[in-house]
């Protein structure tokens, strides 16, 4: 089983330099979304979605782009890298339909940025 | 807004002692509770969840918790702890009427000495 899949697991930008994190799950989960883990902050909330074509905000969504066109995939996009997007990045999915609400995980993208 | 402490930033117990880790929350609704521990190196897997009902909760690996309305609490307990049980565990919380928005705790490491 497949799940949720993350790619890339690891990148190195230079300020100011672009990328995509993909991810993507086959559970035909409405809910996705993306959390950054730093030491001493848990995991934040960046953007989210409820289903295709429906994404909000998070508690730090600033520097990060998302779209949802398929129900399937949840890009996150860095226009712009900066240092302090340095971190580790989770992607999760959950089904809101008679689910139990649990959060499935991606295995993580850890992105540096010089 | 929703919002999640954990007062202990890091916990060292001896293997076969008995485990607590605290967590409050900050929810002006019902609120979903959840425990999730992540591995070194490892994506989070799912403890425990509280949605409703009984208020002491079953997980996995012989976990319990205690959802205590009063005290906004929901905290984490073990009766003997094993050295596999070194890693790090975030408590959650998420809207009842929904799954968005779920919104971690910073975080406590346990170290597990024999």
């Known amino acids: 089983n497949a799940g949720v899949t993350q790619t890339p697991k690891f990148q190195v930008l230079k300020t100011g330099q672009s990328m995509t994190l993909q991810c993507a799950q086959d559970?035909?989960?409405?809910?996705m979304s993306w959390y950054r883990q730093d030491p001493g902050m848990g995991l934040r909330l960046i953007h989210y979605?409820?289903?295709?074509?429906?994404?909000d905000q998070g508690e730090v969504p600033n520097g990060y782009n998302v779209s949802r066109s398929t129900t399937e995939d949840f890009p996150l996009r860095l226009l712009s890298a900066a240092p302090s997007q340095t971190s580790v990045y989770f992607c999760?999915?959950?089904?809101?339909?008679?689910?139990?609400?649990?959060?499935?995980f991606g295995e993580g993208s850890r992105l540096t940025v010089l | 807004a929703q919002s999640v402490t954990q007062p202990d930033i890091h916990i060292t117990v001896s293997e076969g002692a008995s485990l607590e880790l605290r967590c409050n929350y900050s929810?002006?609704?019902?609120?979903?509770l959840f425990w999730y521990v992540q591995s070194p190196g490892q994506g989070l897997q799912l403890l425990l969840k509280y949605f409703s009902g009984d208020t002491l909760v079953q997980g996995i690996k012989g976990f319990e918790a205690e959802f205590k309305r009063s005290q906004s609490s929901f905290n984490l307990r073990k009766p003997s702890v094993h050295w596999s049980d070194a890693a790090e565990y975030f408590c959650?919380?998420?809207?009842?009427?929904?799954?968005?928005?779920?919104?971690f705790g910073p975080g406590t490491s346990l170290s597990v000495i024999p």
């Open positions: 929810y002006g609704a019902t609120p979903y």
């Open positions: 959650a919380v998420g809207a009842k009427t929904s799954y968005d928005k779920v919104i």
């Open positions: 999760a999915s959950t089904s809101r339909r008679g689910g139990t609400g649990e959060l499935f």
């Open positions: 559970m035909n989960h409405e809910y």
């Open positions: 979605s409820v289903g295709a074509g429906i994404t």
